[in-house]
């Protein structure tokens, strides 16, 4: 079993910036896909951005542009650096991680490991 922990949500206004961190409780290089899915109120999970093994990386595209991920395998973690933050970025954000390789637009059941979650407000 594989736990993933976040760190990093708050509140911030319309065009400011937060880091989201996901630490991992195994080595990340055996993990072969990270990233990140919001859960906004009233709708379902949806990836936001997705890093395999080599590097490659995957973004929805309303985030493209303004968010950033990042996989650190010395630290095991990855992390989400997002820019010029919008009220519709808003929602719980999830890190999540599977033993197999990315796929783009991912399903929320294609990834077997989850965090608990953390909450991202963004106010006009």
């Known amino acids: 079993q594989v736990h993933l922990v976040e760190s990093g949500g708050g509140s911030v206004q319309a065009g400011g910036s937060l880091m989201l961190t996901c630490a991992a409780s195994?080595?990340?290089?055996?993990?072969?896909?990270m990233g990140w899915f919001i859960q906004a109120p009233g709708k379902e999970r949806e990836g936001v951005a997705l890093?395999?093994?080599?590097?490659?990386?995957y973004y929805a595209d309303s985030v493209k542009g303004r968010f950033t991920i990042s996989l650190d395998t010395a630290k095991n973690t990855v992390s989400l650096l997002m820019n010029s933050l919008k009220p519709e970025d808003t929602g719980m954000y999830y890190c999540?991680?599977?033993?197999?390789?990315?796929?783009?637009?991912?399903?929320?059941?294609?990834?077997?490991?989850w965090g608990q979650g953390t909450q991202v407000t963004v106010s006009a």
């Open positions: 999540a991680a599977d033993l197999h390789g990315c796929g783009w637009p991912p399903a929320s059941s294609a990834l077997g490991f």
């Open positions: 890093i395999n093994q080599g590097g490659s990386t």
């Open positions: 195994t080595y990340t290089d055996r993990l072969n896909c």
